[in-house]
């Protein structure tokens, strides 16, 4: 159940990150991203979702989700994002995973909601890596700044 979880957030991303997409683009507690070119913020959703399986369950030393999520922190940096808007975009995507989740209204038995559980327990660790990685490279590219 946990690889059905996945599979369908994956077959879905192209309609899941247009949605949220959209959702962020007029949330007002993260304006900068209204600032990013509608491809390259779209792509960016996308490759959450296209690659959560593998972040989720093959990634097992997390050392991709460390190197993408400190980069991304870094530029976001650069552009000038403030940091509670890279980790609101975050929440609101993990959000956004679980919402979905629940509306396709494929967790019926007592086995499919232990599944479940187990998705959300693997989706929030990878959140919180999203999340510390990420203000990692965030603050990273900030001391840089104040040293050079």
Partial sequence: MLIRLIE???KNAESMAEDLKN????DPTISSYQ???DKTFYENIFEVYSRLGHWLLRD???GEVRT?????GAQRFEEGFPLHELVQALVA???HIWDTVLEKGIMQTAKELDSAVDFITYLNRFFDMAIYYTTL???GALNFKSTS
């Fill in 60 to 62: 097992t030393e997390k």
């Fill in 23 to 26: 959702k962020l683009l007029s």
């Fill in 137 to 139: 490279g965030y603050y």
């Fill in 8 to 10: 369908m957030i994956e």
């Fill in 68 to 72: 993408h999520y400190s980069n991304i």
């Fill in 93 to 95: 995507t993990k959000r």
């Fill in 35 to 37: 600032t990013l070119d």
